[in-house]
Nanobody
Framework: QVQLVESGGGLVQAGGSLRLSCAASGRTFGIYVVGWFRQAPGKEREFVAAMTGSGSWTFYADSVKGRFTISRDSAKNTVYLQMGSLKPDDTAVYSC???????????????WGQGTQVTVSS
């Protein structure tokens, strides 16, 4: 059984940083794609960033490019989302997911974590 557990969310002031973690069991991230999505109240789920297990492909939403970095620690089977220069618009529940191939569409990801809240105050 595949389980993804996110952590690292919280309350931060605008301009601050947070690092989210996504730890997996039951699936080795090294051979799958991992993506981060977010959903703010009243809004649709939004793609944030994704990477292949090899790291050969990474992709960022325009809204976070240059501010967020996705990375992976193979030994810990964990994927990170380093978020910097945070803005109030980044406030959302952030979820990690894993799938079989590079994609920006949430329907292409088959296992999801429970999500972690990120709140950015102005």
């Amino acid at each position: 059984q595949v389980q993804l557990v996110e952590s690292g969310g919280g309350l931060v002031q605008a301009g601050g940083s947070l690092r989210l973690s996504c730890a997996a069991s039951g699936r080795t991230f090294g051979i799958y794609v991992v993506g981060w999505f977010r959903q703010a109240p009243g809004k649709e789920r939004e793609f944030v960033a994704a990477m292949t297990g090899s790291g050969s492909w990474t992709f960022y939403a325009d809204s976070v490019k240059g501010r967020f970095t996705i990375s992976r620690d193979s030994a810990k089977n964990t994927v990170y989302l380093q978020m910097g220069s945070l803005k109030p618009d980044d406030t959302a529940v952030y979820s990690c997911a894993t799938g079989n191939g590079p994609s920006l569409r949430y329907n292409d990801y088959d296992y999801w974590g429970q999500g972690t809240q990120v709140t950015v105050s102005s």
